[in-house]
């Protein structure tokens, strides 16, 4: 074969990626992981958007110094020991390796990666160019939109190809928080888990994380897309918004953030006398240590602490079929036109 022959093979290997990318974890759950962690997470202007001089003392005066230790014994408690990760590294794996098999044949590889930690999203590009995929679709596992998540991958997305001389085309799948393939797949979870359950709920409350009440100020849209998936869900289950309701959870520092806040909510309710609730978090696509142990364990601690009995958290979509199939209609919508 010719040098020019052999280019023109390699120009023309036209194959499509999809890059799925979720938040990050720690690569370790100890005070040194969660440390290297937490300063790339927390010196993100899209996650603390004030990142003068008082904040960066702050940060690594007090909260990397401080922090650290604590987080890593909540990771320790949810920790995929036979792996030796965390268990949203578990699942993103999964997610990516069953797509991949959902769409085989049609000229597509699948890869992941973290937005905070590893695989990195430079990694993901690397490795799927280097497989000839001169187009990539880049799929943000967060059902509703936020700038402290989805444009946050936007922007690392741009760091890349800033340094890429021959830039892959891309492309990005859009928020899917009313999708009816997403609120279908999330009830009949719901629906499944409710079955298996000694007990009925007599509320089950949809948690999501929190923000800053002044990155809605701003015009954020990340509440109005919560909302709008609670009321699609409530629709679908034939409930009211007293059967269904929705609270924010993870606040972090002194500002308000989005109420009804999760943690007060599982005391109030249990306070006021309702014995039995299940809870959801729809603005996860994987369990991760805000579901399995911030809801699943903390969370349920306050409520029964409160009074409350019994108590059901209800997973994340993962990588069951019904998730699955989701984010294969998702994708498969999105490459129209590639494949």
Same mark, same amino acid.
């Given at each position: 074969?010719?040098?020019?022959?052999s280019?023109?093979?390699?120009?023309?290997?036209?194959?499509v990626?999809?890059?799925?990318?979720?938040?990050?974890?720690?690569?370790?759950?100890d &005070?040194?992981?969660?440390?290297v962690y937490?300063k790339e997470f927390?010196?993100d202007p899209?996650v603390?958007?004030?990142?003068?001089?008082?904040?960066?003392?702050?940060?690594?005066?007090?909260i990397?110094?401080?922090?650290?230790a604590k987080?890593?014994?909540? $990771?320790?408690k949810?920790?995929?020991n036979?792996?030796?990760e965390s268990?949203?590294?578990?699942?993103?794996? &999964?997610?990516?390796?069953?797509?991949?098999?959902?769409?085989?044949?049609?000229?597509?590889?699948?890869?992941?990666?973290m937005? $905070?930690?590893?695989p990195?999203?430079?990694?993901?590009?690397?490795s799927l160019?280097a497989k000839g995929?001169d187009r990539?679709?880049?799929?943000?596992?967060?059902?509703? $939109?936020?700038?402290?998540t989805t444009?946050?991958v936007?922007?690392k997305?741009?760091e890349v190809?800033?340094a890429m001389?021959a830039?892959?085309?891309?492309r990005f799948?859009?928020?899917?928080?009313e999708?009816?393939?997403?609120?279908?797949a999330l009830?009949?979870?719901?629906?499944?888990?409710?079955?298996t359950?000694?007990?009925?709920?007599e509320?089950?409350?949809?948690?999501?994380?929190?923000?800053?009440q002044?990155?809605?100020d701003?015009?954020?849209p990340?509440q109005a897309?919560?909302? &709008?998936?609670?009321?699609?869900l409530?629709?679908?289950?034939?409930?009211?918004?007293?059967?269904?309701?929705?609270?924010?959870?993870?606040?972090?520092? $002194?500002?308000p953030?989005?109420?009804?806040?999760?943690?007060?909510?599982?005391?109030?309710?249990?306070?006021e006398?309702?014995k039995r609730?299940?809870?959801?978090t729809?603005?996860?696509?994987a369990?991760?240590l805000e579901?399995?142990?911030?809801?699943?364990q903390?969370?349920?601690?306050?409520f029964?602490?409160?009074?409350?009995?019994?108590?059901?958290?209800?997973?994340?979509l993962?990588?069951?079929?019904?998730?699955?199939?989701m984010i294969r209609?998702l994708v498969?919508?999105?490459?129209?036109?590639?494949i």
């Open positions: 074969m010719s040098s020019v022959e280019l023109q093979s390699e120009t023309s290997a036209g194959r990626g999809v890059l799925l990318v979720n938040l990050g974890t720690p690569d370790t759950a &005070a040194k992981g969660l440390r937490l927390l010196s899209r603390i958007e004030d990142q003068g001089l008082f904040w960066k003392l702050v940060l690594n005066g007090i990397l110094r401080v922090r650290p987080k890593a014994k909540d $990771y320790l949810i920790w995929n036979e792996q030796n268990p949203l590294k578990t699942i993103t794996r &999964a997610q990516s390796d069953k797509l991949d098999t959902m769409l085989a044949g049609q000229n597509v590889i699948v890869d992941w990666g937005r $905070y930690g590893n990195s999203i430079q990694s993901g590009f690397d160019t995929c990539i679709l880049v799929v943000p596992l967060y059902p509703q $939109y936020s700038a402290a444009a946050t936007f922007d997305v741009a190809l800033l001389r830039q892959p085309t891309v799948t859009p928020p899917y928080y999708e009816p393939a997403y609120i279908e009830a009949n979870s719901i629906e499944v888990q409710l079955a359950l000694s007990f009925k709920p509320v089950i409350v949809a948690s999501f994380h929190g923000m800053p002044k990155y809605v701003k015009g954020d990340y897309q919560c909302v &709008a998936t609670v009321e699609a409530r629709k679908r289950l034939n409930l009211d918004d007293k059967g269904l309701i929705l609270t924010f959870q993870s606040r972090f520092g $002194y500002d953030w989005l109420q009804p806040y999760t943690d007060k909510t599982m005391e109030r309710l249990a306070k006398g309702v609730i299940a809870v959801i729809p603005g996860f696509s369990d991760c579901t399995l142990e911030e809801i699943a903390e969370n349920a601690e306050i029964r602490h409160a009074g409350g009995e019994q108590f059901s958290f209800i997973p994340c993962n990588e069951s079929d019904g998730g699955m199939e209609q498969q919508r999105e490459l129209q036109g590639w």
